[in-house]
């Protein structure tokens, strides 16, 4: 099992250009997140998807869109990037119920808007 | 809504010290409650869950935490510390019902640094 993983690790972006993170899990797990990581902040949810065909905004959905593929993946997209999106995205899985609410996370991908 | 905060940001000790990593928590309703672990450039791991039962909950590498309902705290300890402790700590919590389809709420996280 690889777990969750996310492509690419890492992104230098210019603003105003967009593009696409990619996770990815095979854990056949329900739900799936998005997050943002910024020093002091902790993390913060931006989108999530409760199961296949559903997404719904968490905290900090502006200037982000998403779209759940399939069961396995879960796509964040930036279509006009800002500076302030500079952080560190991290996607995650959980399949809640029988005693497993955790969140598995994948490694990260560290993105830069010049 | 639920929320999490963790009373120190850095903490840091020597090796072989004991250690508390403070958590308190704020929900209106009955809750689930986590502490991951982030070492340098990598994801979260989770380090252990308290979902019911005994309040007290371990991990494998000698932690352990406290749920305490009427402090609303889940404080994370360890009696002796090791260098390769050094990481950064969350704690998290979600609603125990469905209604907020276990979202997790995040604290902004302690940076424990173990030094020799």
């Known amino acids: 099992n690889a777990g969750v993983t996310q492509t690419p690790k890492f992104q230098v972006l210019k603003t105003g250009q967009s593009m696409t993170l990619q996770c990815a899990q095979d854990m056949n797990h329900n739900s799936m997140y998005w997050y943002r990581q910024d020093p002091g902040m902790g993390l913060r949810l931006i989108y999530y998807?409760?199961?296949?065909?559903?997404?719904d905004k968490g905290e900090v959905p502006n200037g982000y869109n998403v779209s759940r593929l399939n069961k396995r993946e879960f796509s964040l997209r930036l279509e006009s990037a800002a500076p302030s999106q500079t952080s560190v995205y991290f996607c995650?899985?959980?399949?809640?119920?029988?005693?497993?609410?955790?969140?598995?996370f994948g490694p990260g991908t560290r993105l830069t808007v010049t | 809504a639920q929320s999490v905060t963790q009373l120190d940001s850095q903490v840091p000790v020597f090796e072989e010290a004991p250690v508390e990593l403070r958590c308190n928590y704020s929900?209106?309703?009955?809750?689930?409650l986590f502490w991951y672990v982030q070492y340098p450039n990598q994801g979260l791991q989770l380090l252990l869950k308290?979902?019911?039962?005994?309040?007290l909950v371990k991990s494998i590498n000698g932690f352990e935490a406290e749920f305490n309902k009427s402090q609303t705290s889940f404080h994370l300890r360890k009696p002796s510390v090791h260098i390769s402790d050094t990481a950064e700590y969350f704690c998290a919590v979600t609603a125990n019902s469905g209604g907020s389809n276990y979202k997790l709420t995040f604290g902004k996280g302690t940076l424990l640094t173990v030094n020799p």
């Open positions: 929900s209106s309703v009955s809750v689930y």
């Open positions: 998807s409760a199961s296949e065909g559903t997404t």
């Open positions: 308290y979902l019911s039962g005994s309040t």
């Open positions: 995650a899985s959980s399949r809640p119920g029988q005693g497993n609410y955790e969140q598995y």
